[in-house]
């Protein structure tokens, strides 16, 4: 039972990552998450501002089930296959983010700096959310993708584009994690 | 009950990444910070077993629930758009330490403030729509 409740490694992991992706082409779709913020914009009436959101978003439908039973296995994940193991992050790291100011670093999977409800209230944790979210919503759809749609799908089927894509993913990530979140905390 | 398979699929999905710590800040953090091959051995492992299960299927062997051969999706060609989307993807990705997928699972695992990433990524992505004929691609 301890090798379900502890946290799996990561070459249990990936494998079944690229199952979760085998198995949507297997049923005749594509593993890509981020498509389904496009979707919202859709059924909240976004074609009246833009034709990118003219589509019959109800062909998406099966994404959003996925996203459903994604939030379902999430809880599932937390509530019954998990035991209060700590993350088994490097020392340094942990380390490093307490001189940050970030607490029991690996106790949580969000830090309580940046999610809990005194965070969320104060003015400059509302806007790192927000802002992040912005990013990542506009980052996403501009690159054509997110890390389910280039990272594992496009890279699998080694297309260029996605390369390019991850390559950005990855330059925009070391230059926040690197140089801008230690000036923000 | 067509759309059972794909429910099972997302509840699949999202306890895998939570046991793999694939929605953890700190695994994100970490990654970026080359101080872990945790993340880096996930995504390895999963682009490899990725390529491999493609290349199979590219044989002949394995076909779709219809009978059709597995079918991806060509991306289109560019530059502009994958290296500078990329980065201001990376930049929100390693800021809030969640992509779209993980945006849900963490909703599901308890982190509801996570609903202000959700709705400030859909207001992103509407952002882009409105702006996508200005912006190179």
Partial sequence: MDYILNPWPWYVSGPLIALVMALLLYFGKTFGMSSNLRTFCAIGGAGKFSNFFKFNWKNQSWNLIVVLGAIIGGFIATQF????????????????????GFENAGATLVPNEMY??????????LLLLIIGGLLVGFGTRYAGGCTSGHAITGLSSLQKPSLIAVIGFFIGGLIMTNFILPLIF | MKYLKFLLVGVFFGIVLVKSEAVSWYRIYEMFRFQSFHMYGIIGTA????????????????????????????????????????????????LVGACPGPMYILLGTGVYSILIVIGAAILGTFLYGILKDKLPH
């Avoid at chain 1, 005194?118 to 944790?125: L, N, P």
């Avoid at chain 2, 394995?62 to 994958?82: E, H, M, Q, T």
């Fill in chain 2, 47 to 94: 682009v490899a077993s990725g390529i491999l299960f493609l290349q199979i299927s590219k044989k002949g062997y394995i076909k779709s629930i219809k009978g059709a051969d597995i079918f991806v999706p060509k991306k289109d060609n560019g530059l502009i758009r994958y290296i500078v989307g990329g980065t201001i993807f990376g930049f929100g990705w390693a």
């Fill in chain 1, 81 to 100: 296959l998990s035991n209060d193991s700590i993350s088994d992050l490097n020392p340094d790291t942990v380390t490093e983010l307490q001189n940050m």
């Fill in chain 1, 116 to 125: 809990n409800i005194e965070a969320i209230t104060s003015t400059g944790g």
